[in-house]
């Protein structure tokens, strides 16, 4: 696991940036919100407020995030104003949060943007009851949400805003479909079900903390869109909380909330949430334990009691999205998996072409966006194949097929990212022989995605030269490899059903 971290590919170093920026956005939100004279409540408000703005933000150009992220105050503050008057009346305030749950997943169908704002309507719900938040404050609470969408805009837009220099990142849109056949309406009314679920019993847990089960419920959700994909994260959420909690224990409990070591563990747990977020669900969830402890330490409320009610909350969040996608309109994995995969394939084909077009002198030849597309596009194939590759699969078979596919993927993957460094090289240049292979190449790839005939066996192919062609030829090896587990027997799909 630690190596899947500090080893996963950084394409341009981007988690490292994306990670440093966030610290420098919420700690700036921090510090004007102690200027602006809040209180703990009122900084803790903003700080988180400038997290979400920072995380959650993802549309393809820098014009639209700047959108989205004016749109948040609109969509925060509303629903701060409404958690809050519902304070004393339980019943209103269970279905009201119930109504932000399934209004923040279906939001989803309008992209990146419904997305983002659909998460900070939720987390505005969320942090109103983890601050016990009360019409008194609300002026406080909503001048610090203002404050700090503030002060993570100058950060991204202003003092660091790297994407302008960089092409648009490709975020790969949701399986279509209409009515209950789109994945999104589906997850909506699973979302509401599972955490009515989970409410229910969080509150007969704990009547002060039951909140957050329905947090884990919702976060099982986010970036999944089938069945196995939400089994595996909600056990990666419950792990991540179990070895934050034993990291907490350790480095947390002794600082009994001293504000300085406090500050400074809470920017490296911010640090850590950002940096892991893109490889390694358990990882990210480590880290937003910690922090949330360090939170905790900082009220004067961090107690072995309350830590291992966390857990216990965090695993009936968990719980209630397991039952919810089990029996509740499933979205089948398998479909899933093949339609990320062959878009993947597809995509290798397209880098291919634009680095051969380079090659050959074509001006306006870049490949380079199409390998951000590939990398967005292999994260998303590992998020679905996931359920198959995990160690407590039984399917053994399939998980070995599962395996050699994310192997060869990576394969593809690493060989483009080469010829495309290869192609920027102002004096590489055109060979006969790059047409063919990239020709081969082609092939290979309508022969996976549309089973136009049989991939061509490379096994006998003479080593090949050094630069694109040897990338060229590493492509097509990987290409092969990946023909039998993808054209498994008939009744034994890469993915179960």
């Known amino acids: ?62 014009r639209g995030q700047a959108g989205t992220t004016a749109l948040l105050p609109f969509v925060g503050i509303p629903v701060l104003a409404a958690a809050s008057a519902l304070h004393d009346h339980p019943l ?11 209004a923040g997943v279906y939001a989803r169908r309008w992209g990146p ?14 942090v109103a009851q983890f601050l016990h938040a009360t019409p008194g404050q609300l002026p406080e609470l909503s001048a610090a949400v ?20 960089l092409p648009p990142p490709v975020v790969p849109a949701p399986p279509a479909g209409a009515g209950l056949a789109r994945v999104t309406t589906r997850q909506a009314v699973q979302a509401v079900a599972g955490a009515g679920f989970a409410l229910v019993v969080g509150e007969l847990m704990s009547g002060q903390r039951w909140y957050w089960a329905v947090g884990a419920t919702w976060w099982v959700f986010v970036n999944t869109a089938s069945r196995g994909e939400t089994l595996v994260r909600g056990f990666r959420r419950v792990l991540g909380t179990l070895l934050g909690i034993g990291l907490g224990v350790l480095v947390v409990a002794p600082l009994h909330g001293a504000a300085l070591p406090t500050a400074l563990l809470v920017a490296v747990s911010v640090f850590g949430i950002f940096y892991t977020a893109a490889v390694s669900y358990t990882w990210m969830m480590l880290w937003v334990t910690v922090l949330a402890e360090s939170l905790y330490g900082l009220l004067g409320v961090l107690t072995p009691h309350l830590l291992a009610l966390r857990l216990g909350e965090t695993a009936v969040g968990a719980l209630g999205a397991w039952l919810a996608v089990l029996f509740l309109l499933p979205v089948s994995t398998h479909a899933v998996t093949d339609a990320w995969i062959q878009r993947a394939l597809r995509c290798v084909h397209a880098c291919t072409g634009e680095a051969a077009a380079r090659l050959a002198g074509a001006a306006h030849a870049d490949p380079a966006p199409r390998v951000a597309e590939l990398e967005q596009l292999l994260g998303r194939v590992r998020l679905s194949v996931a359920p198959l590759v995990h160690p407590l699969n039984p399917m ?13 993927l990576d394969d593809c993957a690493r060989e483009i990212r080469g010829l495309v460094a290869v192609a920027a090289d102002p004096e590489a240049s055109h060979d006969a022989r790059l ?41 097509e090896r990987a290409l092969a490899e990946l023909s039998a587990p993808l054209r498994a027997p008939s009744g034994s799909p890469l993915v179960g059903a």
């Open 113 to 126: 943007r419904g997305h983002s704002l659909g998460v900070f309507a939720f987390m505005t719900f969320f």
């Open 1 to 62: 696991m630690l190596k899947r971290v500090f080893a996963a590919p950084d394409p341009g170093r981007a988690r490292l940036r994306f990670a440093a920026r966030a610290v420098l956005g919420i700690g700036l939100a921090v510090l004007v919100s102690a200027a602006a004279g809040h209180s703990l409540t009122g900084a803790v408000t903003g700080g988180l407020a400038a997290l979400l703005a920072l995380f959650t933000v993802t549309d393809p150009t820098v």
């Open 92 to 102: 209103a305030r269970d279905l009201a949060f119930l109504a932000v749950v399934g």
């Open 396 to 408: 053994r078979g399939r998980r070995r097929r599962a395996r050699q596919v994310l192997r060869s």
């Open 146 to 165: 203002v404050l700090s969408v503030l002060s993570a805009a100058a950060a991204r837009f202003g003092l660091w805003c790297y994407e302008r220099r």
């Open 435 to 475: 047409a063919a292979a990239c020709w081969r190449v082609e092939a290979a790839v309508e022969a996976l995605t549309g089973g136009a005939g049989p991939v061509a066996d490379v096994t006998a192919r003479p080593a090949a030269d050094a630069g694109a062609l040897a990338h060229l030829h590493g492509l």
